[in-house]
């Protein structure tokens, strides 16, 4: 049986061995809206696929014209067995419902490091991804990265208090970092960029030595909201 919940994900479950990230571009909000609809009708209308999937969650973007969808396997194995099984399906009635979504991009990832306001019980507003890539496979450097954004945010006198949590995730082919960022409101977040020194990326050594470090290609910040998900039940 598969259910609908409100409820975000929690990203440090330890049953999560493969949490995956992918990208649809469809096009304007109202077919975001048709897609989610079409997700949860396809998903919903049939049993849960693997007792190995764990949680599935769908996020529309800020931009009007973007999903992203948030997967949460205990292995790559799992989500290999049911791509070759269920996976075809599901799409095929999804782009019957919606055609002309385009699939952009699906990344692998493995969690790394995640840091957790304590007591905190806000529900989020705004899930704010930052994407990271590197010039070339460097798993030691994606650690070595993330452990330098962790010194920078220990260095900040005064944290922005709409951030809420922040979960990196190293990417299986050592090329990217994806930050999973937790925040109150989409606004506490645009606030945050627009004063350094409030929270995120002042004007300190700490931080200048993330945002020029060796190999570092690019980066894009992205905001979603949380749109359905979808669990075992």
């Not at 994900?9 to 469809?26: C, I, K, N, Y």
């Not at 791509?83 to 782009?95: F, G, L, W, Y």
């Not at 989409?186 to 002042?202: C, K, M, V, W």
Request: hydrophobic letters at 35%; aromatic letters at 10%.
């Amino acid at each position: 049986m598969t259910r609908r919940t409100d409820a975000h994900p929690d990203l440090t479950r330890p049953e999560v061995g493969a949490p995956f990230f992918s990208t649809w571009r469809v096009g304007t909000p109202e077919r975001q809206r048709k897609a989610v609809e079409a997700i949860a009708a396809t998903w919903e209308r049939r049993p849960w696929p693997a007792p190995d999937l764990l949680g599935y969650h769908v996020y529309t973007g800020h931009d009007g014209t973007t999903l992203m969808h948030y997967s949460q396997w205990a292995s790559e194995q799992a989500y290999e067995a049911f791509r070759k099984t269920h996976r075809q399906e599901r799409n095929d009635e999804i782009d019957t419902a919606v055609p002309g979504i385009e699939r952009l991009h699906l990344g692998r990832y493995r969690r790394y490091r995640s840091g957790v306001r304590d007591g905190d019980t806000r529900t989020p507003g705004c899930i704010v991804i930052v994407d990271i890539e590197f010039e070339g496979p460097d798993p030691d450097r994606q650690r070595a990265w993330v452990d330098a954004v962790f010194d920078a945010l220990e260095s900040e006198a005064k944290p922005h208090p709409g951030g809420m949590s922040a979960h990196f995730h190293l990417s299986t082919d050592g090329t990217r970092v994806l930050n999973y960022a937790e925040w109150e409101s989409a606004q506490a977040h645009i606030d945050a960029l627009a004063a350094p020194g409030d929270g995120i990326g002042s004007a300190t050594a700490e931080w200048q030595r993330v945002q020029s470090w060796p190999g570092l290609k690019g980066s894009t910040v992205s905001r979603y909201d949380h749109a359905l998900g979808l669990i075992p039940g």
